[in-house]
C-alpha cells in the first residue's frame, strides 16, 4: 500500500454517498470508488450499498482477488481516523432498483386496498 497521509473522519467520509461521489472504507483505507462503479465486476449496486460507510466485512467475506486489492491501491486517497461510519448521512440515494421495487410495493397497496373494500361490500350483499 502507498503511504497516505490524509485522514478522514466518518461524519466526512458519510457525505461521499452519492452514484456521482462514492468513497468507501476498507480496513481503515478511505478510497474514491466513484469512477469505478461502472467497471465493477459484481455490479454496482453493492458498492452503492456501501457508499459513505465501512465496507470491509462485504469486501473480505467476498474473497477478492491479487489483483482486486491491486486495483483498489488505485483509488485509495486516505486513512480512517477514528470509529468507521455506519451509516451514511440522509443525503444518500437509493439503488435505482430500490425505488423501483418501493414504487411497485405502494402500488400494490393503492391497488389492493380497493379491492378488499369491493369483495368485503359484495359479500356483505349477498349475506345480509
Known amino acids: 500500500m502507498s503511504a497516505v497521509t490524509t485522514t478522514y473522519v466518518a461524519a466526512e467520509i458519510s457525505k461521499h454517498n452519492k452514484r456521482e461521489d462514492i468513497w468507501i472504507v476498507i480496513n481503515g483505507h478511505v478510497y474514491d470508488v466513484t469512477g469505478f462503479l461502472d467497471e465493477h465486476p459484481g455490479g454496482e449496486e453493492v458498492i452503492l450499498e456501501h457508499a459513505g460507510i465501512d465496507a470491509s466485512e462485504a469486501f473480505n467475506d467476498i474473497g477478492h482477488s491479487n489483483d482486486a486489492h491491486e486495483m483498489l491501491e488505485g483509488y485509495l486517497i486516505g486513512k480512517l481516523e477514528g470509529a468507521p461510519p455506519t451509516t451514511a448521512l440522509q ?38
Open 91 to 128: 443525503t444518500k440515494t437509493q439503488p435505482e432498483s430500490s425505488q423501483l421495487r418501493n414504487k411497485q410495493n405502494s402500488t400494490s397497496w393503492g391497488l389492493l386496498v380497493p379491492l378488499a373494500f369491493a369483495v368485503v361490500l359484495i359479500a356483505y350483499k349477498m349475506y345480509a
